[in-house]
C-alpha cells in the first residue's frame, strides 16, 4: 500500500520500521518540526525524522496542517492510507478525507479508557490492572474514532518506560495486522459512557506529596519514570525516585523513619529502591545512601 507515515517520538519508529519490513511504501513521513537544544542551539531531529531519513523515505515537517497548501501537498501523494502514531498535530478534517482509506491511528490504550496525550503514564496512575493499544480510524475528536484491533497486557509493577517500549511493538504489529485485514475488519463504535481522558503530563506532577497514602505514592513514582520522574527535595537538592515499593511504617508524612531511607507518607510508608541526582546515573538506594546517609528523623519536603 502507498503510505503517509506520521509520527515524532521513539514510541513510533517500531511502527515505521514494521511497516517497511511488510513491504508498504512509505510515500512521506511527518513530523513535528526540528526543535533546537544544548549548546549553540543545535537543530535536533525527532526520533522519526533521523529514522525516515535512514531509510531514504521523504520528510515533511510543517507546523500545521491547517492551511490549504500543507492540505494540498499531503494529497498529492494520493495515500491509500495514512498511519498515525504519536505525531503531535490535530488532523483537519481534510487531511483526514484524503487517503483512500482515510487515517488509522495506534494509540496507546484500551480505547475508549484514556483518550488524550498520556495514556501510559495515566493508567499505571490510576492502578489499572491492563493497558494495551487500540488500533483506530481517525475523526475529528479526540481519539473517538471506531476502533479496529485492540490487545492487551497486565501492568503490574512495570513502569510508564517498560510498558511504552512493549506497547511501541505491539502497537507496530497490529498495525501491519489492520492493513493486511483492513477489508475484513468490522469497525466497533466507542463507548463514550466509558470514556476517560489522559491529560499531558504537567512537570508539577511530579513532586511527591508524602501526605498522600504509599500506594497512591508507588503508583506515582512507576508512572513518572523515567520521565518526567517522581523526586523530592533532600537538603534542598532535587533528588528522583524512580522505583519504590510500599512497606509497613508509620510517622509525620516525609519522616525517615530508618537508615534505609523509609519515608513515612499519609497512610503506610515508601520504601525507596531506585534513586538519581541530579547530573547522576540513577542508582540503587544502597548505593546512594553509601555515598548521601540521610539519618532517620530527617524530614523530606
Given at each position: ?281 540513577a542508582m540503587s538506594a544502597e548505593d546512594f545512601l553509601r555515598g548521601n546517609p540521610v539519618p ?6
Amino acid at each position: 500500500m502507498r503510505i503517509v507515515f506520521m509520527g515524532t517520538p521513539d514510541f513510533a519508529v517500531p511502527t515505521l520500521n514494521a511497516l517497511v519490513e511488510a513491504g508498504h511504501d512509505i510515500v512521506a513521513a511527518y513530523t513535528q518540526p526540528p526543535s533546537r537544544s544544548g549548546r549553540g542551539k543545535q537543530e535536533r531531529h525527532s526520533p522519526v525524522h533521523a529514522r525516515a531519513q535512514e531509510l531514504g523515505t521523504e520528510v515533511r515537517h510543517p507546523s500545521s496542517l491547517k492551511n490549504e497548501e500543507a492540505q494540498a501537498d499531503f494529497a498529492a501523494l494520493e495515500a491509500d492510507v495514512a498511519v498515525v502514531a504519536a505525531y503531535g498535530l490535530l488532523l483537519p478534517q481534510p487531511i483526514l478525507d484524503a487517503p483512500t482509506h482515510g487515517c488509522l491511528n495506534v494509540h496507546g490504550s484500551l480505547l475508549p479508557r484514556w483518550r488524550g496525550a498520556a495514556p501510559i503514564h495515566r493508567a499505571v496512575q490510576a492502578g489499572d490492572e491492563e493497558t494495551g493499544i487500540t488500533i483506530m480510524q481517525m475523526e475529528a475528536g479526540l481519539d473517538t474514532g471506531p476502533m479496529l484491533l485492540k490487545g492487551a497486557v497486565p501492568i503490574g509493577r512495570k513502569t510508564t518506560g517498560e510498558l511504552h517500549d512493549e506497547l511501541a511493538a505491539m502497537g507496530a504489529r497490529l498495525m501491519v495486522e489492520a492493513l493486511a485485514r483492513l477489508d475484513d475488519l468490522a469497525p466497533e463504535m466507542q463507548d463514550n459512557a466509558l470514556a476517560t481522558y489522559a491529560p499531558k503530563i504537567a512537570k508539577v506532577e511530579a513532586k511527591l506529596d508524602f501526605s498522600k497514602p504509599a500506594e497512591v505514592l508507588e503508583r506515582e513514582v512507576r508512572a513518572f519514570a523515567p520521565f518526567p520522574g517522581s523526586w523530592f527535595l533532600l537538603d534542598g537538592e532535587r533528588v528522583k525516585l524512580l522505583l519504590a515499593e510500599v512497606t509497613e511504617g508509620a510517622g509525620e508524612a516525609g519522616t525517615v523513619l530508618d537508615d534505609r531511607l523509609t519515608i513515612a507518607c499519609g497512610e503506610g510508608a515508601l520504601c525507596p529502591l531506585t534513586l538519581q541526582r541530579a547530573g547522576k546515573p540513577a542508582m540503587s538506594a544502597e548505593d546512594f545512601l553509601r555515598g548521601n546517609p540521610v539519618p532517620s528523623g530527617m524530614r523530606l519536603t
